[in-house]
């Protein structure tokens, strides 16, 4: 059974930096490209960043690059985020996912999620 | 950026009904277009992945069509559990959401 379990939020101040983790199980985790997707509170799901199954492709939405980092340590299957210069509107339900396809990623296993919040 | 539109933002159904989500694509994304379904507290569920292909696990009264820029998810008869968000996805050009359909109890 594919489980992912992130860990790592929790309250910090604007201008502060925090690192998210996921811990992955029930499949080869080095054989996959990752994500993270956030959701802010009342609000949709926004993708975040994507690492390919090596960590040698890295990805950003333009709201984050510059700030976020995504890598991945394959001998642990585990996945980060190193999250700096945090603002307001980055408080949000930080999710990782396993991403699957050929021509593009979706993603077919979710983690349940860990909240972070910026004060300002 | 590809811009994906949902319609309607709120779906009022009685159980047992009918339910048709659309979905928008400010450009083509072809086929690589994913469905969602959300529920509080929970972690999204994939649903539908390549516009119409399901996952694993998911029941046939969930179906998806279309290919481009125009998509829609139907539940043909719908249950307690289904009464839930539901996101469609396009990873065609990077990946961007739909801002949600609700699905609420009539």
């Known amino acids: 059974e594919v489980q992912l379990l992130e860990s790592g939020g929790g309250l910090v101040q604007a201008g502060g930096s925090l690192r998210l983790s996921c811990a992955a199980s029930g499949f080869t985790f080095s054989s996959y490209a990752m994500s993270w997707v956030r959701q802010a509170?009342?609000?949709?799901?926004?993708?975040?960043?994507?690492?390919?199954y090596s960590g040698g492709s890295t990805y950003q939405a333009d709201s984050v690059k510059g700030r976020f980092t995504i890598s991945r340590d394959n001998s642990k299957n585990t996945?980060?985020?190193?999250?700096?210069?945090?603002?307001?509107?980055?408080?949000?339900?930080?999710?990782?996912?396993?991403c699957r396809g050929q021509s593009g990623w979706y993603f077919d296993y979710w983690g349940q999620g860990t909240l972070v919040t910026v004060s300002s | 950026e590809i811009v994906m539109t949902q319609s309607p933002a709120t779906l009022s159904v009685s159980p047992g009904e009918r339910a048709t989500l659309s979905c928008r694509a400010s450009q083509s994304v072809t086929s690589n277009l994913a469905w969602y379904q959300h529920k509080p507290g929970q972690a999204?569920?994939?649903?539908?992945?390549?516009?119409?292909?399901?996952?694993?696990?998911?029941?046939?009264?969930?179906?998806?069509?279309?290919?481009?820029?125009?998509?829609?998810?139907?539940?043909?008869?719908?249950?307690?559990?289904?009464?839930?968000?539901?996101?469609?996805?396009?990873?065609?050009?990077?990946?961007?959401?739909?801002?949600?359909?609700?699905?609420?109890?009539?």
Not at chain 1, 41 to 52: A, D, F, R, T, Y
Not at chain 2, 60 to 78: D, N, P, V
Request: proline share 3%; aromatic share 14%.
């Open chain 1, 41 to 52: 509170p009342g609000k949709g799901l926004e993708w975040v960043s994507s690492i390919n």
């Open chain 1, 79 to 98: 996945l980060f985020l190193r999250m700096n210069s945090l603002r307001a509107e980055d408080t949000a339900i930080y999710y990782c996912a396993k």
């Open chain 2, 44 to 106: 999204p569920r994939l649903l539908i992945y390549g516009a119409s292909t399901r996952a694993t696990g998911i029941p046939a009264r969930f179906s998806g069509s279309g290919s481009g820029t125009e998509f829609t998810l139907t539940i043909s008869s719908l249950q307690s559990e289904d009464f839930a968000v539901y996101y469609c996805h396009q990873y065609n050009n990077w990946w961007t959401f739909g801002q949600g359909t609700k699905v609420e109890i009539k």
